[in-house]
């Protein structure tokens, strides 16, 4: 429990625009229903496909100066949005690992619970993503 709350704080944090109602859809998921391999499986297909992807293409890119942004001319990564990606990147392994683990051991509510947060945290990477511009240059 400690964790899902420290991630909803990361993720009020992060976004600023969870509301009590989101927190809500969290709490009676996760007391509800059961997560399979399949779901996991899911999850790490499209996260691997529309973060780590186009997040390895972005770190690639040279730092952006000061002032300036990635255009298709001038292709660059700002550092403070490549750092925040990179520690919801760590958050969201965590999360895979945490879901894993609880559908290995037959905990259905912790691994409800575990994905849920992760699903959370990769939405808040693809937001993350979506902001970095990458989609301008076909990643």
Not at 56 to 64: D, E, F, S
Not at 65 to 79: V, W, Y
């Amino acid at each position: 429990m400690k964790k899902i709350i420290a991630i909803v704080i990361v993720a009020f944090a992060l976004t600023g625009c969870a509301t009590m109602e989101k927190v809500g859809t969290v709490i009676s998921a996760a007391q509800n229903f059961q997560i399979t391999q399949g779901q996991v499986d899911s999850a790490r297909n499209s996260y691997d496909g529309f973060v780590l992807g186009p997040l390895h293409k972005y770190a690639l890119l040279p730092r952006c100066k000061t002032g300036q942004t990635l255009t298709i001319n001038n292709p660059c990564h700002d550092r403070k949005l490549l750092k925040q990606i990179r520690t919801v990147d760590i958050q969201v392994a965590k999360a895979f690992l945490d879901t894993q683990n609880s559908i290995t051991s037959g905990d259905s509510k912790g691994a409800v619970a575990a994905y849920t947060t992760l699903k959370g945290l990769i939405d808040i990477a693809k937001s993350l993503i979506a902001q970095t511009g990458m989609t301008v240059l076909g990643a």
